[in-house]
């Protein structure tokens, strides 16, 4: 067991909803090795039904262990009430089965939609972290806490940022490429498309994207949606994935699989998962 845990062209949208559809990305630098990782989405442990979405994510990780991948994110929205105990606990049981190193994103049913004090604290003291860097097979993973910028709160918004522009530039100095995983997209179809549930500020989603732009970010992967939806910004892909607890374009649970070849360039595709009939279709709420 290898968890990850820091404290132990226009724009465009497309739904994704094919199995086996690939995207040529754009090229990354040479210091980008040949790898595979995973992107899981909303795992939401009560959203689809609390058994049903343990079954759902079980299924997943069990799916992934038998792949060869490098490594897994999970893009928020680990439980559907981030103050239920058990739910955090049965989170935290599976995604320690994972073979591979996990790295978490905090959503907004995790931290609330504008963190406090004691809702960071019980999401640092679970699951480590709600942001930080790490590198692997060449590439700068930046784990974001989007909550800071959908719901800003003084004082951890500004380190946020402030840490946000810090590691962009040490990339762009020692020029590897970035992945920004995060659970809110920037946006879901144009960069200036008015601000909904589903993405940034107007105001916060500049700054982040500007800064993206000019420090070698190399993909952006986001969650919340509950869909799988394309889009890209100033050549960055933006991808959102439908997820393993409810999704609302009609996807089958899974998660995507992304590759990155000999010569840096991305690809990737949605996995479905093979799952018995009483666990294809979420419970009502």
Same mark, same amino acid.
């Given at each position: ?15 994704l909803?094919?199995?086996?559809? &690939? ?5 990354? #630098? ?6 595979t ?15 049903e ?11 992934? @262990?038998?792949?060869? +991948? ?28 994972f ?8 959503? @907004?049913?995790? +931290?609330?939609?504008?963190?406090t ?18 590198? @692997?097979?060449g &590439?700068?993973?930046m ?7 959908k ?5 951890e ?6 840490? $946000?522009?810090?590691?962009?530039a ?5 020029? #590897? ?9 920037? &946006? ?9 549930? $589903? ?6 989603r500049a ?14 992967l986001? !969650? ?13 892909p933006?991808v ?6 409810? @999704? ?6 899974? &998660? ?7 010569? !840096?360039?991305?690809s990737?595709? $949605?996995?479905a ?12 709420k």
């Open positions: 067991m290898t968890i990850f845990r820091l404290h132990s062209f226009a724009p465009m949208h497309v739904a909803c094919l199995m086996g559809l &690939f995207f040529a990305l754009p090229h990354l #630098t040479a210091t980008a090795a040949p790898c990782f995973v992107q899981v989405c909303d795992t939401q442990l009560g959203m689809g039904g609390y058994d979405d343990k079954a759902r994510f079980r299924a997943a990780v069990k799916a992934i @262990n038998a792949m060869d +991948v490098n490594w897994v994110v999970i893009c928020g929205d680990l439980v559907d009430n981030g103050g239920d105990e058990k739910a955090i606990a049965d989170f935290r049981e599976i995604v320690e089965t073979t591979v190193p996990c790295y978490l994103a905090p959503g @907004n049913h995790d +931290v609330g939609g504008v963190p004090e004691a809702t960071l604290a019980r999401y640092r003291k679970a699951h480590g972290p709600d942001y930080f860097a790490v590198e @692997n097979s &590439f700068k993973i784990i974001l806490n989007t909550q800071f910028w719901g800003p709160m003084a004082g918004t500004e380190k946020h940022d402030a840490w $946000y522009l810090e590691e962009l040490k990339a762009k100095e020692t020029e #590897t490429p970035v992945l920004l995983v995060s659970h809110y997209p920037p &946006f879901l179809k144009t960069a200036d498309e008015e601000e909904i549930y $589903y993405n940034l500020p107007l105001e916060a700054r982040v994207l500007s800064a993206a732009k000019e420090n070698g970010v190399r993909a952006w986001a !969650g919340h949606a509950h869909k799988n939806v394309l889009t890209e910004y100033e050549g960055i933006i959102v994935s439908a997820t393993t607890s409810r @999704n609302f374009d009609g996807a089958p649970y899974g &998660f995507r699989v992304w590759s990155v070849d000999e010569q !840096g360039a991305l990737h595709t $949605y996995k998962l093979e799952l018995p009939e009483e666990l294809q279709k979420p419970k009502k």
